[in-house]
């Protein structure tokens, strides 16, 4: 299983809902990530867990809050979101979370805040 | 500030052609380089790596060459095909931070 799984595949939220998105990987690995693709530029990184504990946060704002229940699963909590957040949000995995490990995407979350 | 640069946004090459995709990095902290290939609606696919100890990687058809010293990459795609029409993404990491940083990316057309 080579898979890092998202769901959502499509996300339509109002500004007033709360909305988790979802990833799983059964790779073994012990670094998951979330990132933020905007149109027509490359992923940015949001945060990285390293063995279940939170070890970057990108200056995200709190309205996004992720989670890691177990080494497989990966949640990102959305609350009062704006519309400026619509983008690809996309999970990825990695053996560890130090350089020098290749990481595996998910196909994404496209998410609209309308 | 952008410390990955793709400076070609796109890239038509003829089927069976050579595609050569460039990239270049101003943070020296970097030392170990991947590329990424995109379709529209899907997440990037992990094509090949390079650390910086090394100046050439190989795998199949594709081939990345680094430049230390001009800080400097680029993939070889040999020979191109057209399922290898995509977005391609150059990624560089620092020792000890797991952090991609990406490039804005190159659309490759290979036309048959």
């Known amino acids: 299983d080579t898979e890092v799984t998202q769901t959502p595949k499509h996300l339509v939220m109002g500004m007033t809902n709360k909305k988790s998105l979802k990833c799983e990987q059964h790779m073994g690995h012990r670094a998951m990530y979330w990132y933020k693709q905007k149109a027509k530029k490359p992923p940015e990184l949001m945060f990285v867990y390293s063995y279940e504990k939170l070890s970057i946060n990108e200056s995200v704002p709190s309205r996004f809050s992720p989670e890691c229940p177990n080494s497989s699963l990966l949640n990102l909590h959305l609350h009062a979101l704006q519309p400026e957040d619509s983008a690809l949000y996309l999970c990825?995995?990695?053996?560890?979370?130090?350089?020098?490990?290749?990481?595996?995407f998910g196909q994404g979350t496209r998410l609209t805040v309308v | 500030d952008q410390q990955v640069k793709q400076n070609s946004p796109s890239l038509s090459v003829q089927e069976g052609r050579i595609s050569i995709l460039n990239c270049d990095y101003t943070n020296s902290m970097f030392d170990y380089f991947l590329w990424y290939k995109k379709y529209p609606a899907e997440g990037p696919t992990f094509l090949i790596s390079?650390?910086?100890?090394?100046d050439k990687n190989e795998d199949g058809r594709f081939t990345v060459f680094l430049n230390k010293s001009a800080k400097h990459l680029s993939l070889h795609i040999v020979p191109s095909q057209p399922g290898d029409s995509a977005v391609y993404f150059c990624?560089?990491?620092?020792?000890?931070?797991?952090?991609?940083?990406f490039g804005q990316g190159t659309i490759l057309t290979v036309h048959p």
């Open positions: 390079i650390s910086s100890i090394k």
């Open positions: 990825a995995s990695s053996l560890s979370g130090l350089a020098n490990t290749e990481a595996f």
């Open positions: 990624a560089a990491q620092a020792t000890s931070y797991g952090k991609l940083t």
